[in-house]
């Protein structure tokens, strides 16, 4: 339904007209990528290139009306939010499925790009380029008030060129203004600040307030990876990871004691001390 302010609504559901998808134009074709939330594959609209993201609806009422609020979100950011550094909205549908339609980019994930020249590193003029890239998406995000929550290499897309660096997925971005409504226990626990999931003093599904610098936290994890080409915390579960970030901020006898106890090796190069001195 198309109303008189130029917005289209489906229950909670409002999207500008000009980005509202027409799914009668809408190809799908080889799924290309896959997470908890949704599916993406690589299709056409209107005989454009596409990258089409299709979320899961969920089972039961409730996760259906958390998946909606969440893909009601993500729309919302994507349509107020351009930049060259973040993947380009194309539009976006409710029926008969929760479709979001950006740009395609065909470079590969900055994950699979760096696994690839592994045990070589980036040169160091490539590494400081994309890291640029990062920031200025980021820098983008954070003055729209949008926190994203999830930085990390495989949502990070190289363009066909593999010389630029694109983000995508705004499937946990928040407003920033909200973050007091957030739960903790959110993104990839490699990459996440540690305030963003539980200690001993959080329980799983409780609310805690923090801002934009959990991007910056895991923008310097990122970093860290484009100057050594090696994954954080090599060698740790993920829950071990979440330990070592949450004890390991500074160095200290206690730190080493945390280390023997986690059988875990300190060095300079370990990435939660790259971050503690900057953080």
């Given amino acids: 339904m198309e109303l008189s302010n130029g917005f289209y609504s489906v229950h909670e559901f409002r ?27 690589e299709g056409k609209y209107k005989n454009q290139n596409v990258a089409i993201k299709i979320i899961h609806k969920g089972e039961t009422p ?32 409710k029926e008969p499925a929760m479709v979001i339609v950006t740009e395609l980019l065909l470079g590969g994930t ?13 040169d160091t003029r490539v590494a400081v380029g994309f890291a640029l890239d990062i920031a200025q ?39 920033e203004s909200l973050t007091e409504m957030m739960t903790a226990e959110t993104g990839t626990y490699r990459w996440m600040a540690p305030e963003l999931y539980s200690t001993v003093t959080l329980r799983h599904g409780e609310k805690k307030h ?40 500074t160095v200290t006898a206690q730190t080493v004691q945390y280390s023997s106890e986690m059988n ?4 300079m190069e370990e990435p939660i001390i790259f971050c503690g001195t900057c953080w």
């Fill in 110 to 122: 900055l994950r699979k790009y760096l696994v690839s020249l592994r045990p070589r590193c980036l």
């Fill in 137 to 175: 998406a980021m820098e983008c995000l954070h003055s729209h008030g949008i926190i994203h929550r999830d930085l990390k290499p495989e949502n990070l897309i190289l363009t066909a060129d593999q010389k630029t660096v694109k983000l995508v997925d705004f499937g946990l971005a928040r407003e």
């Fill in 62 to 93: 409730e996760e259906i009306a958390k998946k909606e609020a969440q893909f009601a979100r993500e729309v919302e950011m994507l349509s107020r939010v351009q930049h060259k550094n973040l993947a380009k909205f194309i539009g976006a549908c």
């Fill in 264 to 267: 875990v090796e300190c060095s």
């Fill in 15 to 41: 999207l500008e007209a000009k980005w509202l998808i027409d799914p009668k134009h809408l190809f799908v074709g080889p799924k290309i990528g896959e997470g908890a939330h949704a599916k993406v594959y």
């Fill in 210 to 249: 923090y801002n934009h610098k959990v991007d910056a936290y895991s923008f310097a994890i990122v970093l860290w990876e484009l100057l050594h080409n090696r994954l954080p915390f090599e060698g740790m579960s993920n829950l071990q990871a979440a330990y070592a970030a949450a004890f390991k901020v």
